[in-house]
């Protein structure tokens, strides 16, 4: 006899929602951290957020499952994923095909398509880290060019200021010399 292995399903389905959770937790701390004002963060964010609360396309949440609540998997105020074990394994005993849909279809527009395709796209050359590394490393680069510029500057000035102050202590001295001089012809 062949029958559905319920609890690998709800494991494997469980390291979904730790592994979505475990992004969600990394950008909150790049969004409360240094990274706080980086629009790319917020985008990986905002699409996290935007694949989630979109529903399968085509699919009547009526009649079938078409958004993740259905299936036993809500998201939390915190934006995070919590598995209800009961209402999933109830979900999946009513309709198997309908959640196997949620996650992967052969239109790749299951929540499991959507974000590794999301993912992929934005740990690829040209996404969104890539691209923001890329522009932070420029800056980087430029400040670092500023910088050597302005202690170039600062040195040369100080050399300056150094040679203008030696200048001036040897003529105030050869002046003091001279009022010496004076003060004692006068005497």
Known sequence: TMTSDSSGIATSLQGFVDAYNQVKSAVDS????????????LAIQQKLTSILSTPIPGVDATTSYAYLAQAGISIQKDGSLKLDQT?????????????ANLFGNTSSTGFGDRLSSAVNDLLGPNGVIETSKTS???????E????????????????????????????????QQ??????????
Do not use: C, D, E
Not at 87 to 99: D, E, G
Not at 136 to 142: F, G, K, Q
């Open 30 to 41: 790049a969004r409360s951290g240094s990274l706080k004002a980086n629009a790319s963060v």
């Open 87 to 99: 209402a999933f394994n109830k979900a999946l005993s009513a309709n198997p095909t309908a959640v």
């Open 136 to 142: 932070i490393n420029t800056l980087i680069t430029s």
């Open 144 to 175: 670092t060019s500023l910088q050597t510029s302005l202690s170039a500057k600062l040195s040369a000035r100080q050399t300056m200021y150094t040679q203008q102050y030696t200048a001036l202590n040897a003529v105030l001295s050869k002046m």
């Open 178 to 187: 001279s009022t010496s001089n004076l003060a004692n012809l006068l005497a």
